[in-house]
C-alpha cells in the first residue's frame, strides 16, 4: 500500500550536517505516522525520532536538539535533519510508516550515514 524510498546519505565529517529524506508513494500517507531508525554493525536497531499524522514530534535522547523530523504531506515526503553530527551517528539509517502501534509497518531501503574525518 506505501513504497519508501530514502535518499541523503552520505559521508560527513564531525560536526558536519545531512538531510534524509523518506519519499512515499501510495494513497492516504499523510495519515501514516512515520519514524527514523539506524542500526550501526553490531549493534541493535535504534529509534531515532518519531513525526505523527498530526505533526507532533518526539526524539531519543542522544538525537534531541541535534536532529529534526518534518513532513511535506503535499510532496509525501518525511525529512530528517541531522547537525552537529558525530561519529557515533554512523548508521544505516531507516525510515518506518506505520498507522497505528498494531498494524503492519512499511520500511524503505535504508540510507548509509558515515561521520568521520
Known amino acids: 500500500q506505501v513504497q519508501l524510498v530514502e535518499s541523503g546519505g552520505g559521508l560527513v565529517q564531525p560536526g558536519g550536517s545531512l538531510r534524509l529524506s523518506c519519499a512515499a508513494s501510495g494513497s492516504n500517507f499523510s495519515r501514516y505516522h512515520v519514524n527514523w531508525y539506524r542500526q550501526a554493525p553490531g549493534k541493535q536497531r535504534e529509534w531515532v525520532a518519531s513525526?505523527?499524522?498530526?505533526?507532533?514530534?518526539t526524539y531519543a535522547d542522544s538525537v534531541k536538539g541535534r536532529f529534526t523530523i518534518s513532513r511535506d504531506k503535499a510532496k509525501n515526503v518525511v525529512f530528517l535533519q541531522m547537525n552537529a553530527l558525530k561519529p557515533e551517528d554512523t548508521a544505516g539509517y531507516h525510515c518506518?510508516?506505520?498507522?497505528?502501534?498494531?498494524?503492519?509497518?512499511?520500511w524503505g531501503q535504508g540510507t548509509q550515514v558515515t561521520v568521520s574525518s
Open positions: 518506518e510508516a506505520v498507522r497505528t502501534s498494531g498494524s503492519p509497518a512499511y
Open positions: 513525526i505523527t499524522t498530526g505533526d507532533s514530534t
